[in-house]
């Protein structure tokens, strides 16, 4: 009798953590969810950085946002929704090597990220795209490509269906943030708690663009099986890119000239020499 009335008085007591610790869960999932860096980013002083210009952005909502605009030789421009941690600061290198392309790059610091105000929402992000978007069309900029980094890539994807791009291109991209978090609490009811899931993978459908997936074979954070079920779920005309050794952050420097190679000639075949200017 005495061992049953501890068993179940146990059984008791782990549910009551459970509970308990799921309600944390969805009390804080943004700060489980996002990694901003809200520091202020200055423009980098180096000689070859001259011409990126801050750019202030006010969303819908009221909020301030900084990014950063450099101008290219090419009429197009990649349009920069990074990933979650950090800010377009700690992006700079990658930054240098797409506008050596030739490409114009503008790169967005969202909400609670690189100075800009707010904290980091869904809806919110896509507030701060369509900022973005507003802005670049104000300055005449109309030819864009959307380029999602990981967490990112969400945004481009709700951007291409709300104002289409030329082109799209999505690297370490992921089916849903609901997959993503399964997989980084299988423990957790994660269906029931989430809050913003970035449901890319329904979106894509309705994306009648040329899209370029990117991701890493060894990504340990994305697994690429969410990447491919995302291309999967495209249309035509469409582009699977796997970089073999290169895991979540280190597409670009694991890949190297093939890297910078593929994302080239997939804008050259996709968008026309009409966006190309005689050098």
């Given at each position: ?16 953590l ?21 520091t ?7 000689p ?66 690189g ?120 249309n ?15 597409l ?28």
């Amino acid at each position: 009798m005495f061992f049953r009335h501890f068993y179940w008085r146990l059984v008791r007591d782990l549910a009551m953590l459970y509970v308990v610790f799921a309600g944390l869960v969805y009390l804080f999932q943004r700060k489980l969810q996002y990694f901003p860096d809200p520091t202020s980013v200055p423009l980098p002083p180096d000689p070859k950085y001259r011409g990126i210009e801050t750019v202030n952005l006010t969303t819908t909502d009221g909020l301030r946002l900084f990014a950063w605009h450099w101008p290219g030789r090419f009429p197009a421009t990649l349009v920069i929704f990074h990933g979650n941690a950090g800010h377009r600061g700690h992006r700079l290198d990658w930054i240098e090597d797409l506008h050596s392309l030739g490409y114009g790059v503008f790169v967005l610091d969202y909400r609670g990220y690189g100075g800009s105000e707010g904290s980091p929402t869904e809806e919110g992000f896509y507030r701060d795209g369509e900022a973005a978007v507003r802005w670049l069309e104000k300055q005449g900029i109309r030819d864009l490509v959307y380029f999602g980094e990981s967490l990112g890539c969400g945004v481009a994807v709700e951007m291409a269906k709300r104002q289409p791009p030329l082109a799209l291109i999505l690297q370490s991209g992921f089916s849903s943030a609901l997959d993503v978090a399964r997989k980084a609490y299988p423990y957790l009811p994660v269906r029931l708690l989430m809050k913003d899931r970035f449901d890319s993978k329904q979106k894509m459908a309705k994306i009648l663009r040329p899209a370029l997936f990117i991701h890493g074979e060894q990504d340990s954070i994305i697994p690429m099986k969410l990447g491919r079920a995302l291309y999967e779920a495209a249309n035509e005309p469409k582009t699977w890119f796997p970089i073999p050794e290169a895991d979540h952050n280190d597409l670009p420097w694991v890949g190297g000239k093939t890297y910078l190679e593929g994302i080239q000639g997939f804008l050259q075949r996709q968008i026309g020499s009409r966006h190309f200017k005689a050098e």
